[in-house]
């Protein structure tokens, strides 16, 4: 039986792996947008959402139920095997469908045609996300490696985009260097895989057994996807490029944010599965309860304090021409609190305890809501449409699945100190204020010190109250890494 992985050293190494997908975007996306400006990055960002819906039926809900499905045998390596080969099988039959339907649709539609090497370039994340077994090494709690490969890709990627992308006719260039900044490392996943599992095979197959709970999270993933990527969609189509580009601009903001709040639910997954199939269920209540706390403690603050300088987050990763993605920004900013909370409820509790069909249903309701309020706003509003359209579709999904889980959800909110948690943000928010009356100098570089001067102000006075009015879990995160430290660097002068 193998030994679990620390929890903190999971999310650690989560962490570092968060922060470097954000680093590369805010190093790299100041850089392409102003060569290929709302044109050129509308172009990408319409053929990424595109692809990603190729990309969704080829994985099936895969990624999701696979880190499940290993979790549960991952201390019998036979079974294992056996899961793993399973699962591969499966996909290698939907991957070969979505990519008959893919040059269908390329070869036919207008649109396409006239980029066709740029889709052709992009839907390479179709196979490589086939090969990657990202749910594997997951479901396994290797996040070191994950985290390590990652980071190697990413510094190579980050070199050929300085390298190769010069101008406004290298979107295709740039399109080329996105995918393999996103899945390049996949090809290392499916070499490496052979430490865990045999790839030899090891027969008495079963992949029907796979099939009704793949179904489930495909399902899952298909309303996701649409109140996710259809707005970007429906933006391509019923507007402009530019209209794309300005809304790409601030989803990208928000997608990075959003990837630092669920940091922790990412690698609670694995391990909550495996407490419930151990019947640990007072373990599993534990880190889940904790989860959703500091999903909370961490989301809210970063919502308000993005929308309060949203401007200066447009300017400083996109640019001056940029300002009508500022508004879009501020619509979708509550979101962070929205998909924190939904993250733990959903993926954290409903999903390892079997009751996958009520995330699935939560996700179909904002689904349908976003279709609408997209179909009802974009043509008027453009981008703010789009925005609002997301913004109510969280929002519904979030209250679906609180609906189901009133009674355990309920008392972990009770928990919350919110007597400290709302002061600590509104003094958060007068101790930065005043950085918006401040010239700290023109373009990006006054930017770049606008932010950096208010999030100091503001994160270090909302944490700082937190720790002076004694809230439980700042306290004991703050101070029980410090004490984790101490310890370490004596055992090193030992």
């Not at 396409?112 to 992009?122: F, H, N, V």
């Not at 008392?411 to 100190?417: A, D, S, T, V």
Request: charged share 15%.
């Amino acid at each position: 039986m193998s030994k679990p992985k620390s929890l903190k050293k999971n999310f650690i190494m989560n962490a570092i792996l968060t922060m470097s997908s954000f680093i590369f975007p805010m190093i790299t996306f100041p850089y392409v947008s102003r060569i290929l400006l709302a044109d050129g990055t509308g172009k990408v960002q319409f053929a990424t959402s595109l692809i990603s819906y190729f990309t969704m039926f080829s994985q099936l809900g895969v990624p999701t139920y696979g880190i499940r499905a290993v979790a549960g045998v991952r201390d019998d390596k036979e079974k294992l095997s056996r899961t793993v080969q399973e699962l591969l099988i499966l996909r290698a039959v939907t991957t070969a469908l979505a990519y008959a339907a893919f040059f269908v649709i390329l070869l036919t539609v207008p649109r396409l045609r006239e980029e066709r090497l740029l889709y052709l370039i992009m839907s390479a994340n179709t196979f490589l996300s086939f090969i990657g077994m990202e749910w594997l090494y997951k479901g396994l709690e290797h996040y070191s490696y994950i985290t390590i490969r990652q980071l190697i890709v990413k510094f190579l990627s980050l070199i050929l985009m300085f390298a190769l992308v010069h101008q406004k006719a290298d979107y295709v260039v740039y399109g080329a260097i996105a995918v393999f900044a996103g899945a390049a490392s996949n090809i290392f996943n499916f070499i490496h895989a052979r430490h865990y599992v045999s790839m030899k095979p090891v027969g008495h197959y079963n992949v029907r057994r796979h099939i009704r709970p793949v179904l489930v999270f495909f399902a899952m993933s298909c309303a996701t996807m649409i109140y996710t990527h259809l707005d970007t969609v429906m933006l391509g189509f019923m507007t402009t490029d530019t209209d794309v580009g300005y809304y790409g601009a601030a989803v990208k903001i928000k997608t990075l944010l959003v990837s630092i709040v669920t940091s922790l639910g990412t690698v609670l997954l694995p391990r909550a599965s495996y407490y419930v199939k151990q019947g640990k269920m007072e373990e599993f209540r534990r880190v889940t309860s904790k989860a959703l706390r500091f999903a909370i403690l961490l989301s809210a603050p970063m919502s308000l304090y993005f929308m309060i300088f949203a401007r200066y987050g447009i300017r400083l990763l996109s640019g001056n021409g940029y300002d009508g993605a500022i508004v879009p920004m501020i619509i979708i900013m509550p979101t962070l609190l929205l998909i924190g909370m939904s993250n733990i409820t959903g993926m954290q509790i409903l999903v390892p305890t079997g009751r996958e069909k009520v995330v699935l249903y939560s996700e179909i309701a904002g689904a349908v809501v976003d279709v609408i309020i997209n179909a009802l706003l974009i043509p008027g509003m453009k981008s703010s449409g789009a925005a609002i359209g997301t913004l109510v579709a969280e929002a519904v999904v979030l209250f679906v699945q609180y609906r189901a889980l009133r009674p355990e959800v309920r008392p972990i909110l009770g928990e919350i100190r919110y007597a400290s948690f709302l002061p600590a943000m509104g003094l958060g928010v007068l101790a930065s204020v005043w950085t918006v009356f401040v010239d700290f100098g023109p373009g990006e570089m006054g930017a770049f010190l606008t932010l950096l001067a208010s999030a100091v102000c503001f994160f270090g006075v909302y944490l700082g109250f937190l720790l002076l009015t004694k809230e439980p879990l700042a306290t004991e995160i703050v101070f029980g890494t410090l004490k984790s430290i101490r310890q370490k660097l004596s055992r090193r002068k030992q």
